[in-house]
């Protein structure tokens, strides 16, 4: 079934995000903050553009969102010209952004009193599982809402799953990052030890990598690792604002992230040394560079 | 080709391996310290048993040894009545257990000296691997000798391989080490988190586990984790033995491991509350009780 949708955010994931709604026969009504790139999308993939949030939604059954951070959101959802200002009653949105499990929460209960309802959507996968439609959502919100959504979701997921009310995709997220941040620290210390102890990294990578020790990181990051290769994947600014959302929520429910928390700290130091933008395996760096 | 070997300590890991050198059709004289040990291994598997190490190592081509630590395997190979005292011109020790590169270098320069050879090798995989006959096995050491021992080796390895000169099979081991006690730590804190944050740990598992977050260890350890089950697997004691190993190694080539050291600290802490046989994911146990 082809629904009439709109994308909010046309950034490096929601940029290829709304070109599968597009292929997967939707009608999409995108807006980007700058508009110089909504016109580049318009031109790649076709749809419409428009001038504001507010126009971009106003006639959508499924209003997706892909933004910066929780400010970002609030802005283009309840800011002037947002999407609270035009939406149909009955429309569904889905934020596929990054955000506190707070916000998801507030927006979701403002939602509601405007007969709308709001599903926190976050995404793992990366731009390669954007541009090739594989991501995997994380949804909180209303069951008969992830419903009538999880058929749309899936024109760019490979996996999508209810994980309870508002909030709780936000929360599976940062599940998902705490399990990677010492997961890399530890990968890094291993490549770092074993270039140091005169090992043949890749042969001993090609050993350990099938036992105990394996993970998605080892299998596909430990080559670029070596060679300090970092101009690629996740930027080490984002993951310290997933991380600060973490740690904040951590902080509030009683549980204890030593580990998180000091890797987040390396990570500021690998800022400190330029890698804004480098992949989130740059940690290696760090420790090359005697920090 | 069937050989003539011996097989010194039989243990967790050394009673099933010496059991797969028989099943493969070479002779095997067992030596351990407990003799009622080496008399049930007897019993169950067949084979010989022999009162010292020199006396199960003097008529053999291949003697494999398997104890606990440095000087363990300093006593079986040059204490009286070592492995030193009988084995024969040519003969290749081969040896199993997780110690430091210095000792493995010092046995192999001492071998050499008496016309035998020395290899180092560490094996992952753990009892299951062991009673399998599907070990990784990391050797260090002289390649020719490598290639006269790996077909006998192979009676219980998945994967055998020569990582360099004598010490290197003990150096990949301690990288495998060091990628795991990190990676352990975070994934204990992700689930610790989630269960903190009322998520359903299964359904997060279930989601994070196909993608960047994923390992082995989330894969076949979250569930008893969050069971806290640890009554099996790898024990604290080892780790923090292996890690010892590790961290002072890293201290002579200059190599930095700040999470690993961190991790070995609060594995001590998990045998303060009795954890001393526990699996090496009971970390996670130190987080619920407010470590």
Same mark, same amino acid.
């Given at each position: 079934?082809?629904?009439?949708?709109?994308?909010?955010?046309?950034?490096?994931?929601?940029? &290829?995000?709304?070109?599968?709604?597009?292929?997967?026969?939707?009608?999409?009504?995108?807006? %980007?903050?700058?508009?110089?790139?909504?016109?580049?999308?318009?031109?790649?993939?076709? #749809?419409?553009?428009?001038?504001t949030?507010?126009?971009?939604?106003?006639?959508?059954?499924?209003?997706?969102?892909?933004?910066?951070?929780? *400010?970002?959101?609030?802005?283009?959802?309840?800011?002037?010209?947002?999407?609270?200002? +035009? +939406?149909?009653? @009955?429309?569904?949105?889905?934020?596929h952004?990054?955000?506190?499990?707070?916000?998801?929460?507030?927006?979701?209960?403002?939602?509601q009193?405007?007969?709308?309802?709001?599903?926190?959507?976050?995404?793992s #996968?990366?731009?390669? #599982?954007?541009?090739?439609?594989?991501?995997?959502?994380?949804?909180?919100? *209303? &069951?008969a809402?992830?419903?009538? +959504?999880?058929?749309?979701?899936q024109?760019?997921?490979?996996?999508?799953?209810?994980?309870?009310?508002?909030?709780? #995709?936000?929360?599976?997220?940062?599940? %998902?990052?705490?399990?990677?941040?010492?997961?890399?620290?530890?990968?890094?210390?291993?490549?770092?030890?074993?270039?140091?102890?005169?090992?043949?990294?890749?042969?001993?990578?090609?050993?350990?990598?099938? @036992?105990?020790?394996?993970?998605?990181?080892m299998?596909n990051?430990?080559?670029?690792?070596? %060679?300090?290769?970092?101009?690629? @994947?996740?930027?080490?600014?984002?993951?310290?604002?997933?991380?600060?959302?973490?740690?904040?929520?951590?902080?509030?429910?009683?549980? +204890?992230?030593?580990?998180?928390?000091?890797?987040?700290?390396?990570?500021?130091?690998?800022?400190?040394?330029?890698?804004?933008?480098? *992949?989130?395996?740059?940690?290696?760096?760090?420790?090359?560079?005697?920090?």
């Amino acid at each position: 079934m082809a629904f009439c949708t709109a994308f909010i955010g046309l950034g490096t994931m929601g940029y &290829p995000m709304a070109g599968h709604l597009l292929k997967a026969g939707h009608t999409v009504t995108a807006f %980007n903050r700058s508009a110089e790139k909504a016109a580049r999308w318009q031109q790649e993939h076709g #749809g419409a553009v428009a001038a504001t949030p507010a126009q971009a939604a106003s006639r959508a059954d499924f209003i997706f969102i892909c933004v910066g951070n929780d *400010d970002d959101l609030r802005a283009v959802v309840k800011g002037e010209g947002g999407i609270f200002d +035009a +939406a149909r009653p @009955g429309a569904i949105l889905v934020d596929h952004t990054t955000t506190s499990a707070t916000v998801a929460r507030e927006l979701a209960a403002e939602a509601q009193t405007r007969g709308l309802h709001f599903l926190d959507a976050p995404v793992s #996968g990366g731009q390669a #599982g954007a541009q090739n439609g594989k991501l995997t959502v994380m949804v909180g919100g *209303d &069951p008969a809402a992830f419903a009538r +959504a999880e058929p749309v979701i899936q024109s760019f997921a490979a996996s999508c799953k209810l994980l309870g009310p508002s909030g709780y #995709g936000q929360l599976c997220k940062m599940v %998902n990052q705490i399990c990677i941040a010492g997961l890399v620290q530890a990968l890094s210390e291993g490549i770092h030890f074993a270039r140091h102890a005169g090992l043949d990294v890749a042969l001993v990578m090609e050993v350990i990598s099938k @036992g105990a020790a394996s993970s998605w990181q080892m299998q596909n990051r430990w080559q670029t690792m070596l %060679n300090n290769q970092f101009d690629f @994947g996740f930027a080490v600014d984002w993951m310290r604002k997933d991380l600060g959302i973490a740690l904040a929520e951590a902080a509030r429910n009683g549980s +204890a992230l030593p580990v998180t928390q000091l890797v987040d700290q390396y990570y500021a130091e690998v800022q400190k040394m330029g890698g804004n933008r480098w *992949d989130t395996s740059s940690l290696i760096a760090r420790l090359e560079a005697g920090h």
